[in-house]
C-alpha cells in the first residue's frame, strides 16, 4: 500500500516538468527577514552621514563578510580526492607425524606373519595434515566536485559560529538538479571575497541530486527495491 501511495505521487508529474521549491517559507527566508540588534546603542552623529570616510559595512573600507543573522556567504566545494588501499594476507602449514614399532620383544614380528601380504606393523600409525589461506582484498575511490553556492546566515551561537545554510535548484528541460549545503563555520575562516571553502564547515552536509525522467530511469523500480529488501536469498 506504501508502495502504491509513493508511485500515485510521482504520476502526478508525468508530463510536466519537476517543480521548483519556493523560496518564501524558508529558514534562509525568515532569517533574511529578521532585523539584527544594533551592536550599540550609541546614537548616530549628524556628521557620520557628511563624512567621505565611514566605517560602515556599505562603505568602501567596510567589512563585507558575513557576521550576521541573513547575511550571504560563499560556499566553495571543490572535492578532488583518490584513495587506494590494497592488502594481501597468507598462511601456510605442514606437519607430518610417523608412529612405528619396529621391534617389541619380537612381537610385531609374529603378528607380521600373520598379516596378509604387504601389511606390516614397521610403520604402524602415520598422519598427514596441511594447511593454508590467503585473502586479497582491495579499495579504490575517486572523487572529483566543484560547485560554488550561496547561503544564509540563519543564526548566529552564543560562542559567534555561524550556522549557514544553502540551496540551489538548476532545471534544464524535465531534469531538476539540486544542491543542498549546511553546517557551521567561524567567522575568521571566512575570506575578504566572503568565500568559505567547504573543509572549513564544521558538521557539513553536502548533497547534490535531482530530481526527474533522467533520475527516475536510474533508479529500480519500486517493485524491485521492495524484493530487493524482502527476499532471503
Not at 18 to 30: G, K
Not at 35 to 63: C, E, F, I, M
Not at 68 to 87: F, K, L, P, Y
Not at 185 to 199: G, T
Request: aromatic residues 4%; proline residues 5%.
Amino acid at each position: 500500500m506504501l508502495t502504491a501511495l509513493s508511485a500515485c505521487g510521482r504520476l502526478e508529474n508525468v508530463g510536466r516538468v519537476p517543480e521548483i521549491s519556493p523560496v518564501t517559507n524558508t529558514n534562509e527566508h525568515y532569517a533574511m527577514m529578521r532585523v539584527p540588534l544594533p551592536k550599540t546603542s550609541a546614537p548616530k552623529l549628524v556628521s557620520d552621514s557628511a563624512s567621505l570616510w565611514d566605517s560602515g559595512r556599505n562603505s568602501l573600507l567596510g567589512n563585507q563578510r558575513a557576521e550576521q543573522i541573513g547575511d550571504i556567504v560563499t560556499v566553495v566545494v571543490e572535492i578532488d580526492e583518490r584513495a587506494e588501499i590494497s592488502n594481501s594476507t597468507s598462511r601456510g602449514r605442514t606437519g607430518s607425524e610417523t608412529l612405528g614399532i619396529p621391534s617389541l620383544f619380537g612381537i610385531p614380528q609374529k603378528i607380521n606373519d600373520s598379516l596378509p601380504d604387504g601389511a606390516s606393523l614397521d610403520s604402524a600409525v602415520s598422519t598427514n595434515s596441511s594447511s593454508s589461506s590467503s585473502g586479497d582484498g582491495s579499495v579504490r575511490r575517486k572523487e572529483k566536485f566543484s560547485i560554488r553556492v550561496a547561503a544564509t546566515v540563519v543564526d548566529v551561537l552564543q560562542n559567534g559560529v555561524l550556522s549557514i545554510q544553502g540551496s540551489q535548484e538548476v532545471r534544464v528541460n524535465f531534469e531538476l538538479r539540486e544542491l543542498l549545503v549546511s553546517g557551521y563555520v567561524r567567522p575568521a575562516d571566512i575570506n575578504r571575497k566572503n568565500e568559505v571553502s567547504y573543509d572549513r564547515i564544521a558538521a557539513a552536509r553536502i548533497s547534490y541530486g535531482g530530481r526527474g525522467q533522467i533520475t527516475d530511469v536510474q533508479q529500480p523500480r519500486y517493485g524491485q527495491q521492495v524484493a530487493d529488501i524482502l527476499l532471503p536469498f
